[in-house]
């Protein structure tokens, strides 16, 4: 997965530790290390047990991860999809729901996030780009993640819940503070933080209502009645930052790659129909999410391994995307490739993320208004995440690039 600097150094025995007692939150699990771990464990029974964290089973397998994302019956998100749980966070709308529930709140995030809405804000996402991208051009600071890869989903988040331009940086830090300081009291604070913002906004919808998502939301009849402020406030938390921190890292990771591989800049500049194989092998290779949890409601089995009612089990989305029974040459970027479409970066099944289509559209655009720029060029060395931030999430963390001749 590394792709600058050489491979990082690590022993064979060391990768053998990881994978065979795999610890999501183990601070060893760099970018260069997870590639190695998830092939050891692909090269293993696709269903694994580990004893961290009390112990739980490691899907690594595509055909087992799909057969879990699609059986919520057996395998449930309601008991939590983080390990251990965040103390004080209440469960997130939709992802920790199951069943009616989970389809009554999924159904309120596809009001704004369907297909056929995203493709009537892309005029919209594209005049955005190309403003995000004038101003990077130039920008005295070459840092793509913060100038492109962050700006663009946090603009086009603010932007359909309703909020004001001035509020995309207090959107921006409550993200990234969830997902650097989880599960500490400045996680809590910065939830209070984001809801104190929220609440403003949500009151003066009720005042004076608008045509945007707060409006939808305040006036929603939601079974009957009216949503409470704590799901109103949950709902907008869950737009917030899985909408643009998800994008962000697998749009800085597939640039990278773009960089590194400048024959795919040229390739997108000739064949623009290559494009959308090109955002499924960045999808595919650069996930936006790497764990999610589920829980087993019935002693079950799963690619012949036990499993016992209540027993937790991760689903490793960034290895099932290299599985080698699934992916022909599963490390290799390859857009032709006949079933780049069956990646699995969004999970499938019910709880298919409801954000993809916008993500989507944003990375394609993005990648489209590139294709009419000069080439983009590395002028330092790239940082990664420390460690899978959240037990949850890797990519580039620092990105300087230049347009070719700026």
């Known amino acids: 997965m590394h792709e600058t600097g050489g491979p990082h150094p690590v022993t064979a025995a060391e990768v ?39 112990g739980f089973a490691v899907v690594s397998g595509y055909a087992q991860l799909v057969e879990v994302e699609k059986d919520t019956q057996r395998f449930s998100s309601a008991r939590g999809v983080i390990h251990p749980p965040h103390s004080g966070r209440p469960p997130s709308i939709p992802i920790e729901f199951d069943g009616a529930e989970h389809l009554a709140y999924r159904k309120l995030f596809m009001e704004v996030l369907s297909v056929p809405r995203v493709r009537r804000i892309e005029v919209y996402l594209r005049d955005l780009v190309r403003l995000v991208l004038d101003t990077f051009a130039t920008a005295p600071d070459p840092d ?17 819940l309703g909020f004001e331009e001035s509020a995309n940086e207090q959107l921006q830090a409550f ?31 009720r005042d004076r209502p608008g045509d945007d998502y707060l409006t939808t939301l305040v006036e929603t009849d939601f079974g009957g009645r009216p949503l409470t402020d704590d799901e109103l406030l949950n709902i907008i938390r869950t737009f917030v930052f899985a909408g643009f921190e998800t994008t962000s890292r697998t749009t800085a990771g597939l640039v990278h790659h773009l960089v590194i591989h400048s024959e795919l800049q040229e390739r997108m500049r000739s064949e623009p129909d290559a494009i959308e194989g090109i ?27 036990s499993l016992a009612e209540g027993e937790r089990l991760v689903l490793l989305y960034a ?55 000069p080439r983009l060029e590395l002028i330092g060395e790239p940082r990664f995440l420390p460690h899978l931030m959240m037990g949850q999430m890797m990519g580039v963390d620092y990105l300087p690039l230049r347009f070719r001749g700026e």
């Open 16 to 54: 053998d530790r990881l994978a065979a007692n795999f610890d999501h939150l183990d601070p060893a699990l760099d970018n260069d290390v997870l590639g190695q771990v998830y092939g050891r464990l692909l090269a293993g029974c696709p269903v694994a047990k580990t004893s961290a964290h009390g």
């Open 144 to 160: 793509f993640v913060q100038h492109v890869a962050v700006q663009i989903p946090v603009r086009a988040v603010g932007h359909l």
């Open 279 to 305: 955002l499924d092998e960045g999808l595919r290779l650069f996930p936006p999410v790497h764990t999610m949890f589920r829980t087993v409601t019935t002693p079950t089995t799963l690619a012949d391994t």
């Open 319 to 373: 290895a099932a995307n290299r599985d080698p029974r699934q992916f022909d040459d599963p490390d290799s970027f390859r857009p032709d490739r006949p079933n780049h479409r069956q990646q699995i970066a969004f999970g499938i099944g019910p709880h298919y993320c409801a954000g993809a289509p916008l993500a989507r559209a944003e990375i394609r655009i993005l990648l489209e208004e590139l294709a009419t720029r």
């Open 175 to 205: 993200a990234t503070t969830m997902l650097e300081q989880a599960g500490t009291p400045a996680m809590t604070e910065a939830m209070k933080e984001l809801d104190a913002l929220a609440g403003v906004h949500l009151k003066e919808r």
